[in-house]
């Protein structure tokens, strides 16, 4: 079966400093990735997705980047966190042209 | 003009009563999907139940069934014999168009099933 890891699980960084995100998942090949952000109480911003490695989509303008250096691995980077950064940062997997995506644990990034 | 709405910040019901929640969207493509997530107090999404646009009938899976009224352009999630493990919160979501493409999500209700 398939299944997706994040981590760190939580995350208390300053800012001005860097930032780096990881998913994985196992279980099934080529998936398709998603990084998603949600503020609290609020709703998910998809940030980035990638249908294969080195193809990253970003749907949001922001000082975050994202690389899929390998086919299952999905990083989220920034290289100055902001304030506005804060949040829950969830990664999600769909396969092929299955349209249901299944997140992971989640990463809660507070930046002070 | 948001694509997902849910009207209902939050929602209360006793346990083993029915309650419903509701999502309308907004889209011009013909071929789309609906979707409901459950995000509990831990934070993880858990894919609940789908439904396609051209579906000739509403999706259900285990307790939880899908009241999709198209020309209304609706989705409405039922959750039947609500349990105390059903307090959460629930999003609506959309995909539009038959190829790829990503999910939009509404901003959530927030579901307390009390004893």
């Known amino acids: 079966s398939q299944t997706i890891h994040q981590w760190p699980a939580t995350l208390v960084q300053p800012v001005g400093s860097p930032l780096s995100l990881e998913c994985t998942v196992e279980?099934?090949?080529?998936?398709?990735l998603y990084w998603y952000r949600q503020a609290a109480g609020r709703g998910l911003q998809l940030l980035f997705y990638?249908?294969?490695?080195?193809?990253i989509s970003s749907e949001v303008p922001q000082n975050l980047s994202a690389s899929r250096p390998q086919d299952r691995q999905f990083i989220l980077s920034s290289k100055k966190l902001l304030l506005s950064d804060s949040g829950f940062y969830l990664c999600?997997?769909?396969?092929?042209?299955?349209?249901?995506?299944?997140f992971g644990p989640g990463t809660r990034l507070t930046v002070t | 003009a948001q694509k997902i709405t849910q009207t209902q910040p939050g929602m209360f019901v006793q346990e083993k009563e029915a309650v419903t929640l509701d999502c309308t969207y907004d889209t011009s493509d013909p071929s789309y999907g609906l979707f409901w997530y459950k995000q509990p107090s831990s934070g993880e999404m858990i894919f609940l139940i789908y439904q396609g646009s051209y579906d000739q009938q509403n999706a259900t899976e285990g307790r939880y069934s899908l009241n999709f009224q198209k020309a209304r352009k609706s989705a409405n999630l039922v959750i039947s014999a609500s349990q105390l493990g059903d307090s959460a919160m629930y999003f609506c979501a959309m995909r539009e168009g038959s190829g790829y493409s990503t999910l939009t999500f509404g901003k959530g209700t927030m579901l307390l099933v009390s004893p």
């Open positions: 990638s249908v294969g490695i080195g193809q």
């Open positions: 279980g099934t090949s080529n998936p398709n």
């Open positions: 999600a997997w769909s396969q092929g042209r299955a349209y249901e995506q299944y």
